[in-house]
């Protein structure tokens, strides 16, 4: 059975502060990442793919560990707003027709406090 | 955003009946999906449909049927409602099997 785990917090964080987390996966065939943000009693939205040589979007990096099965989200300087739960997803692609390679981590919740 | 509505937002109903929820999209997507939230488990796939008439069960799907007869409409039917399938369901949608994007939700409670 595919696994993707993440630390479900709550992380409480002093505004403007540095927030990392991970997430690791068991299927060493998985090719595709991304992270999501779902903030309370709302939609998922995609915040960010993940690509093996990591990636930028402003505030927010992504790594990518193939070795080592894991995948991290940076936020620095972090806002009020970055409070919400942040879910890993990994994608198997199986292809051939079946679109039902995604595989969606618990959530970790962080909280960012004034 | 995929322009993908959910309804209704918001249902209670009583054990036994049947219920069905809609998803509509207008992005013209081949992939949707059916997926339940619940506390302690996460985002769990229901059913999925990669084209008009052709759907695929998920991880958990006994007690739901889905059918797919136009692009822009995927519902899914609890034949019979049980206090079990008390939860939050999202449908989503993609147009490659990649990055999916999700509708707002319903609010499903079986009394």
């Known amino acids: 059975r595919k696994e993707v785990e993440q630390d479900p917090g709550p992380f409480n964080v002093p505004e403007g502060a540095t927030v990392a987390f991970n997430c690791t996966y068991s299927n060493s065939a998985s090719q595709s990442f991304f992270w999501y943000r779902q903030d309370c009693r709302k939609e998922p939205k995609l915040l960010m793919s993940?690509?093996?040589s990591g990636n930028e979007d402003g505030r927010f990096t992504a790594q990518l560990n193939r070795a080592s099965q894991y995948i991290s989200l940076l936020i620095r300087d972090s806002k009020l707003s970055d409070s919400a739960t942040y879910l890993c997803?990994?994608?198997?692609?199986?292809?051939?027709?079946?679109?039902?390679?995604?595989?969606f981590g618990k959530g970790t919740h962080l909280i960012i406090q004034p | 955003d995929a322009g993908i509505t959910q309804s209704p937002r918001h249902k209670v109903t009583e054990t036994g009946t049947p219920v069905t929820l809609r998803c509509h999209q207008t992005?013209?997507?081949?992939?949707m999906y059916w997926y339940r939230q619940d506390p302690g488990h996460g985002l769990r796939l229901i059913h999925y449909?990669?084209?008009?008439?052709?759907?695929d069960k998920g991880e958990v799907s006994d007690g739901y049927s889905v059918s797919r007869s136009k692009t822009e409409d995927f519902l899914l039917t609890l034949e019979s409602a049980t206090s079990s399938q008390t939860s939050v369901y999202f449908c989503a949608t993609s147009n490659q099997d990649s990055e999916q994007y999700f509708g707002p939700g319903t609010r499903l409670t079986v009394t």
């Open positions: 993940v690509y093996s």
């Open positions: 997803v990994v994608n198997d692609f199986r292809g051939g027709g079946g679109a039902d390679g995604l595989t």
């Open positions: 992005e013209n997507h081949r992939y």
């Open positions: 449909s990669y084209g008009v008439k052709d759907t």
